[in-house]
């Protein structure tokens, strides 16, 4: 009897579980589990999307493909109808990127992109996708990566980029590379690298452009025989330009089922916009250029350049460092912005800004970024003056005939001590700054032709025509109080100063006709006696208004949350900073020293530039007073 109960208990407890259970129903499970599901494709996981896995079903394949996917993928190319079976073609696309990516075939990657392309471009007359099918930004992705994979030549991401006759699983495909399209801006493209495989670090945002293309960071090579462009000296070795490898395919719909195609490799910069045309529709281009800079800055040896040029003057491997660097092949029609890089640093502090402003359409379509590089260690004046002789060099070799109204509307933008060196450039100092070091006019003085050019330039500057604005971010105007600390004098006697200074004393010495001039020179500044509060030359610079007919803004680091008027950013003090007539003046509190580098600083900067050139205003840029 016991016995009989029991069973009947575990019968009952039994059909309990079963009627708790069912074989189709549900389970509570999270929101975001359940997105993740229903978006699952071959580009975040080990399997195709829900669509796939639903038409595998219906045909009867999922179980064939999961045991023999390579015959199941010919079994369904083989079922192609004549004309349209975008769903069959989308399975395709997937089916034959999952494969790419598990076995490294570069055949069907490329087949991946061709039936990507097709089921995005699917001809003429043929309906397109609506745009909230989800199947369309998968095929836009495995278009893009698979066009990367089937061109890819190595294991850090470069890419070998030719044409010819490429087998494919199902037939062929020629491929059309024209030379004209290795050619951008009067230089070589090589050495492609696939922008979207590496992780960015350092840069406050990583910008892409969606689209279709596969996002290449290039480097330039030797420029095309006789088109070299202005200003080709002035693009630095590192130089890596972003493009998109776009392949565009010949009605590839109607040739699908014969595996006879043609294809036309094109390459497009930002110069050329940011999208292409396909079938009589817009399509925009995928573009990566956070990650083109971040490569540039890779190991790049700009790092190592902050101490070095402090301290060793012209004894810098490849002599004098002063130059002035493009980001780009010089771009008619766009202003300058000039950015000089401050004490014991380089161009490479100003990455994040370089990056917000690249990225930025509006700012990135009106203007150009040049970079000053320069030994920081040396006499600000020397500096500078190296500075205001280059530049009226570099407008005349890139505009002889002054056509370009854009390069008369220059933007100097400096940060630190590189702030001083770009007030140089908006000042008339008259003999402000020879008067404390001689009391003989400088043309009464006998000396060689190349000590008095060298003091001329130094010393005497007139505002630069084609400097229209001037931007100081923690200019220590009044000076930088970490320069009166004992260790600054012991670190300023490690500069080593250019030869053609040290040259400069010996001759005045030589000709002794000054007893000022003599006592001046026999131990000149570095740049951080130049700094100290009360320096003759920072006092004599600190009461040079700037000229009427530049407009300038500042921009001010206060650390801590105090009172502003007696704070500073570690470096230099509020006061130090503040100067009276400029058009705007911002103070980012909290902030170090380094108040180029915060949102705020390279916000206000990008505020500033907008007006300059007249965004919103409704007048043209170049109309503005």
Sequence with gaps: ?????????????????????????????????????????????????????????????????????????????????????????????????LRAERTGSREQALAAAVYAYTFLFPGHGAPRQGRFDPRFQTARVIYNRGLTLAFRAGKQGEMALEGGERKLPFGEIGIELPPHELEWAGYQLRSFQSAAEFEVRGLLNRYRHSGLGAPLAASLGAAVPGEAP???????????????????????????????????????????????????????????????????????????????????????????????????????????????????????????????????PELSSRYQIWLYLYNSGNPIAYSGGILVDLLPKL?????????????QRMVVIGHSQGGLVTKLTAVNSGDAFWSYISRTPLDQLKLDPDTRE?????????????????????????????????????????????????????????EGQDGLLLQQMSRL?????????????????????????????????????????????????????????????????????????TPQGIEEVRRILREHAGIGSGKPALEQP
Excluded at 544 to 554: E, Q
Aim: proline residues 7%; contains cysteine; hydrophobic residues 40%.
């Design 230 to 360: 202005p200003g080709a000296e002035h693009i630095p070795p590192r130089l890596k330009v972003p493009v998109t490898a776009f392949l565009r395919l010949d009605d590839p719909r109607s040739h699908l089922g014969a595996g006879d195609l043609r294809g036309k490799l094109e390459l497009y910069s930002d110069e050329e916009g940011l999208e292409t045309k396909v079938d009589g529709h817009s399509v925009p281009l995928e573009v990566e250029k956070s990650s083109s800079l971040a490569l540039q800055l890779e190991g790049a040896p700009i790092y190592d350049f902050g101490l070095a040029g402090f301290r060793l003057g012209d004894y810098l491997p490849g002599g004098q460092a002063e130059r002035v660097f493009f980001l780009h092949p010089y771009r008619p029609g766009r202003i300058p912005v000039l950015l000089v890089h401050g004490t014991f640093s380089s161009p490479a502090t100003w990455a994040n800004l370089v990056n917000e402003l690249e990225n930025d």
């Design 525 to 597: 500044p570095t740049s951080l006696d130049n700094m100290r509060p009360g320096n003759r030359f920072l006092v004599a610079l600190a009461g040079l208004p700037i000229d009427p007919h530049v407009k300038a803004n500042s921009i001010i680091a206060v650390d801590g949350k105090g009172p502003i008027e007696s704070g500073g950013d570690g470096v230099v003090r509020y006061q130090s900073a503040h100067i009276d007539g400029v058009e705007s003046e911002l103070v980012v509190q909290p902030s170090g020293h380094s108040v180029q580098e």
């Design 454 to 510: 060298l003091l001329r330039r130094s010393l005497f500057y007139q505002r630069l025509p084609f400097v229209e604005r001037v931007i100081f971010m923690s200019t220590p105007h009044h000076g930088s109080y970490l320069s009166s600390f004992s260790i600054a004098g012991w670190v300023s006697r490690l500069v080593q100063l250019p030869v053609r200074l040290t040259q400069m004393s010996v001759n005045i010495a030589k």
């Design 395 to 407: 407008i005349d070799e890139l505009d002889p005939a002054h056509r370009d109204a854009a390069l």
């Design 1 to 97: 009897m016991r016995s009989g109960l029991a069973r009947l208990a575990a019968a009952g407890a039994l059909l309990g579980c079963v009627a708790c259970a069912t074989p189709v129903g549900v389970s509570h499970l999270d929101a975001r589990s359940v997105q993740r599901e229903l978006t699952e494709s071959a580009l975040t996981g080990d399997r195709p999307s829900a669509p796939t896995r639903e038409l595998l079903t219906q045909l009867g394949l999922r179980e064939r493909y999961e045991k023999d996917p390579d015959h199941t993928i010919a079994e369904l190319h083989d079922g192609l109808a004549p004309t349209g079976d975008l769903a069959r073609i989308y399975a395709l696309a997937e089916l034959s990127f």
